[in-house]
């Protein structure tokens, strides 16, 4: 079976800051990953995807996404965060012709 | 045109009425998608269309009733909704069913309140 995990509901960053936001996965086969954003009453805007290649994959806005096949974690970071990136992330896994998300993780970027 | 257009953006109905969501989307794209997401959680996929046939449906109840009239145009049909079925409905595209290489085009969703 497959799945997503986001092991936390909300991260908290001060502007400036590097961020990161949590993934880890489960499959059988090779992984097929991705993150998107949503901000409010709005759809989900895609951010960047490992589907092979190099692990450290960059993606929109000035984010990027490491793989690491040993720790099946597909971690989000930043190196410094703005209040714009305050919103909703997933992640997700793509197999079977789905998409498995996350539960999402809510960034609050302080000024 | 890289954007998926759904409407309305906005809807309010009660549970004897029947009432149609739109999406359109004009990249070229051959599979479409029915995403419906309650507040909070991930989306849940409800239905795929792959060159305008159904090829998915995840067991979504008959008072949902998606329609692909063409490749450009996906139409989500609902008739005698119960209140737990208010969510944000989201549609999406992407070039192939298969395709792995781009990750799906979302539109901004329809908010949907059953009275």
């Known amino acids: 079976a497959q799945s997503v995990a986001q092991p936390e509901d909300q991260v908290n960053v001060a502007e400036g800051n590097p961020l990161t936001v949590k993934c880890t996965y489960s499959v059988s086969g090779n992984p097929y990953l991705f993150w998107y954003v949503q901000y409010p009453n709005r759809g989900l805007q895609f951010l960047l995807k490992?589907?092979?290649?190099?692990?450290l994959v960059k993606g929109s806005y000035g984010f990027e996404a490491e793989f690491n096949k040993s720790q099946t974690s597909f971690h989000l970071k930043k190196p410094s965060a703005l209040v714009s990136d305050s919103a909703l992330y997933f992640c997700?896994?793509?197999?079977?012709?789905?998409?498995?998300f996350g539960s999402g993780t809510k960034l609050n970027v302080k000024p | 045109d890289t954007e998926v257009t759904q409407t309305p953006k906005h809807l309010v109905m009660g549970m004897t009425n029947k009432k149609s969501l739109k999406c359109e989307q004009h990249?070229?794209?051959?599979?479409m998608y029915w995403y419906k997401q309650k507040a909070k959680k991930p989306p849940e996929l409800m239905f795929v269309?792959?060159?305008?046939?159904?090829?998915i449906n995840e067991s979504v109840p008959s008072r949902f009733s998606p329609e692909c009239p063409n490749s450009s145009l996906l139409n989500l049909h609902l008739h005698a909704l119960q209140p737990e079925d208010s969510a944000l409905y989201l549609c999406?595209?992407?070039?192939?069913?298969?395709?792995?290489?781009?990750?799906?085009?979302f539109g901004s969703g329809t908010r949907l309140t059953v009275v």
């Open positions: 997700a896994l793509y197999n079977f012709n789905k998409f498995y």
């Open positions: 269309y792959s060159y305008e046939k159904l090829s």
């Open positions: 490992y589907i092979t290649g190099d692990n």
């Open positions: 990249m070229g794209h051959r599979a």
């Open positions: 999406a595209s992407s070039p192939l069913i298969r395709d792995t290489n781009y990750g799906y085009t």
